[in-house]
């Protein structure tokens, strides 16, 4: 095996049925277990049992997956780049101890771990967030309409494309 795998993306096949097909039987209750070719069944580690999982529900939507090995430890551009952030948006971050960090030279390094974590945080803060809005536009009548409301519909533009 090739310990230095490389990104790898998958195009999901012209048909999602395969995939449909062993999402259902990965949802089975039970230890999952590959056979190998010479009969042998291998116990799927719990982490690896997921990953599937999660593979086979995207591509069985048609959706491509790109599979990326990371370090556990990142230098400061790659926590950016995984974030979608530029690094000085990145340091302000740990400057302002939203995410833990090590520097045990010159250099801040980021713990995977802490910066996956970061990320479902802020994903939740936005989530609460936007619903905050809509439950305070909600109050506020902002979506009520009156029953003589005129409502029109924008034109389609692809409509003249075409």
Do not use: C, W
């Not at 090995?69 to 990145?90: C, E, F, K, M, Y």
């Amino acid at each position: 095996m090739d310990a230095t795998l490389t990104e790898r993306t998958v195009m999901p096949a012209e048909s999602g049925r395969r995939m449909a097909n062993l999402l259902a039987a990965l949802t089975v209750p039970g230890r999952p277990a590959l056979v190998a070719a010479d009969g042998t069944h291998i116990e799927l580690p719990e982490e690896l049992y997921e990953v599937l999982k999660d593979v086979a529900a995207v591509l069985s939507q048609g959706l491509a997956i790109t599979v990326a090995p990371r370090h556990t430890v990142l230098t400061t551009s790659q926590a950016a780049d995984l974030l979608g952030i530029s690094r000085p948006t990145l340091v302000r971050l740990l400057e302002a101890g939203e995410i833990p960090f090590d520097k045990p030279g010159r250099h801040r390094r980021v713990r995977l771990r802490d910066l996956l974590a970061y990320q479902a945080r802020a994903h939740r803060a936005r989530a609460a967030g936007l619903d905050e809005m809509v439950r305070a536009s909600e109050e506020a009548g902002l979506y009520d309409l009156s029953e003589d409301a005129v409502t029109k519909r924008l034109p389609d533009h692809s409509e003249a494309a075409g």
